[in-house]
């Protein structure tokens, strides 16, 4: 390659929440860092888009709330971005009814017909004929489509491993801090890059053969198996497809986010996106609303990857990669991607705050 700007020392080859964060890191240092991000815009998965209609932020890869009780990475952000105090709240539809989760006293007293206190939930929950009620209406259809398995494969075992809470807190993250950026993920990422010593270039892959072009290190946020040209196979994903329509009305359902939990209905969620900025009044007035229907779909080479499937052959796969990733000591790889793992917004930033520069 001979088009690279000679006083880049380092590369950060893709601009999701991973990348930016080194990128800035790296330019407050004292590095010249050039960016290269595959996609047209910056902000890998967070990514969102202003409808002109009607003003609505749509987050193009599904709902994306920022959540943590990791002091580091919440001041780390809010360098870049103020956030609207929006407490997320999940609710779920079954049988026809809408009940509030996570798994909690207002969701077993309107399921059960019950009154409990917070002291008798425990015993209720620890009740075999309960969680197995419980586990058929709200887990069972939910993780079947999540996963393309049959509801008869699903284990009960995992309603042990859920959360109950004794009292009535419907917040679903039990994370100290949250919030929405309020002028956008796409200003909040306009920000991190805003430095002058941090060039982006949209449309630019970055490829192994590009290695040796920069004096410095490479931080590498792509898949680790793309790096490589799928050479041992490629890592497996489980992938979702998104419907979205703008419909003509003020309100659809009421709030952000309705979880269809029956294994009939084909899709898993659906996500109204203004329900995400209460504070726009304008916005939440107008007699227009845009809904997005999530469908989880099969995964093959070239679709949008969205969960790794964490298995024995997958981690013996992702371990050959990672081998041929050692070979070039100046190859930094992270991110959800890279590193093939699930990562929420504030650990890829808490990973990257850690990442050694
Ligand atoms: C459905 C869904 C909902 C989620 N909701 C939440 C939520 O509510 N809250 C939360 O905290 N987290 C949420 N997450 C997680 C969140 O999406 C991730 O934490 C975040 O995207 C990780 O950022 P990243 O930089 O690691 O990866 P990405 O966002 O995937 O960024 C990687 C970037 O690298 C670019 N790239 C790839 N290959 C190359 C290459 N060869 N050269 C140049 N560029 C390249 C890509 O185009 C992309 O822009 C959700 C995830 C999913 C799947």
Same mark, same amino acid.
């Given at each position: 390659?001979?088009?690279?700007? $000679?006083?880049?020392?380092?590369?950060?080859?893709?601009?999701?929440?991973?990348?930016?964060?080194?990128?800035?890191?790296?330019? /407050?240092?004292?590095?010249?860092?050039?960016?290269? /991000?595959?996609?047209?815009?910056?902000?890998?998965?967070?990514?969102?888009?202003?409808?002109?209609?009607?003003?609505?932020?749509?987050?193009?890869?599904? @709902?994306? +709330?920022?959540?943590?009780? %990791?002091?580091?990475?919440?001041?780390?952000?809010?360098?870049?971005?103020?956030?609207?105090? =929006?407490?997320?709240?999940?609710?779920?539809?079954?049988?026809?009814?809408?009940?509030?989760?996570?798994?909690?006293?207002?969701?077993?007293?309107?399921?059960?017909?019950?009154?409990?206190?917070?002291?008798?939930?425990?015993?209720?929950?620890?009740?075999?004929?309960?969680?197995?009620?419980?586990?058929?209406?709200?887990?069972?259809?939910?993780?079947?489509? $999540?996963?393309?398995?049959?509801?008869?494969?699903?284990? !009960?075992?995992?309603?042990?491993?859920?959360?109950?809470? @004794? *009292?009535?807190?419907?917040?679903?993250? *039990?994370?100290?801090?949250?919030?929405?950026? @309020?002028?956008?993920?796409?200003?909040?990422?306009?920000?991190? &890059? %805003?430095?002058? #010593?941090?060039?982006?270039?949209?449309?630019?892959?970055?490829?192994?053969?590009?290695?040796? @072009?920069?004096?410095?290190?490479? =931080?590498?946020?792509?898949?680790?198996?793309?790096?490589?040209?799928?050479?041992?196979?490629?890592?497996?994903?489980?992938?979702?497809?998104?419907?979205?329509?703008? &419909?003509?009305?003020?309100?659809?359902?009421?709030?952000?986010?309705? *979880? #269809?939990?029956?294994?009939?209905?084909? =899709?898993?969620?659906?996500?109204?996106?203004?329900?995400?900025? !209460?504070?726009?009044? %304008?916005?939440?007035?107008?007699?227009?609303? +845009?809904?997005?229907?999530?469908?989880?779909?099969?995964?093959? !080479?070239? %679709?949008?990857?969205?969960?790794?499937? *964490?298995?024995?052959?997958?981690?013996?796969?992702?371990?050959? #990669?990672?081998?041929?990733?050692?070979?070039?000591?100046?190859?930094?790889?992270?991110?959800?991607?890279?590193?093939?793992?699930?990562?929420?917004?504030? $650990?890829?930033?808490?990973?990257?705050?850690?990442? /050694?520069?």
């Amino acid at each position: 390659m001979n088009d690279i700007n $000679q006083t880049d020392d380092v590369l950060v080859a893709g601009a999701g929440i991973w990348g930016c964060t080194i990128a800035r890191r790296l330019a /407050e240092a004292g590095h010249r860092v050039a960016v290269w /991000e595959k996609r047209g815009a910056p902000g890998g998965n967070v990514r969102c888009e202003t409808d002109s209609e009607t003003g609505i932020e749509v987050h193009a890869y599904g @709902s994306h +709330i920022f959540h943590t009780h %990791d002091r580091e990475a919440w001041n780390f952000v809010r360098r870049f971005t103020e956030f609207n105090g =929006y407490q997320h709240k999940v609710l779920a539809r079954h049988g026809g009814k809408t009940y509030h989760l996570p798994l909690g006293l207002a969701m077993i007293n309107k399921f059960f017909g019950v009154e409990l206190e917070p002291g008798e939930v425990a015993a209720f929950m620890s009740d075999e004929k309960h969680s197995s009620a419980i586990f058929d209406a709200f887990f069972r259809g939910y993780t079947s489509k $999540q996963w393309g398995r049959p509801p008869e494969d699903i284990d !009960p075992a995992i309603i042990k491993r859920v959360p109950v809470r @004794s *009292n009535y807190d419907t917040n679903y993250f *039990n994370d100290y801090w949250q919030g929405i950026p @309020s002028d956008g993920y796409n200003a909040l990422f306009g920000r991190l &890059l %805003d430095h002058p #010593y941090i060039t982006l270039e949209t449309g630019r892959e970055f490829s192994i053969d590009d290695i040796g @072009s920069f004096p410095g290190k490479v =931080y590498y946020s792509g898949p680790i198996d793309a790096l490589f040209g799928y050479r041992f196979g490629a890592l497996p994903w489980r992938s979702l497809r998104f419907e979205t329509e703008r &419909l003509d009305i003020a309100d659809f359902q009421g709030t952000s986010v309705v *979880n #269809y939990t029956e294994a009939e209905v084909p =899709y898993t969620r659906i996500h109204e996106f203004k329900h995400y900025h !209460p504070e726009l009044k %304008d916005v939440m007035a107008r007699p227009k609303t +845009i809904i997005c229907r999530e469908y989880p779909a099969e995964w093959k !080479p070239g %679709d949008e990857p969205y969960y790794p499937v *964490n298995n024995r052959e997958s981690a013996e796969l992702l371990e050959k #990669y990672r081998e041929e990733a050692a070979k070039h000591p100046n190859l930094i790889i992270g991110g959800r991607l890279g590193q093939y793992r699930y990562y929420d917004m504030d $650990q890829a930033v808490s990973a990257a705050l850690k990442v /050694e520069i």
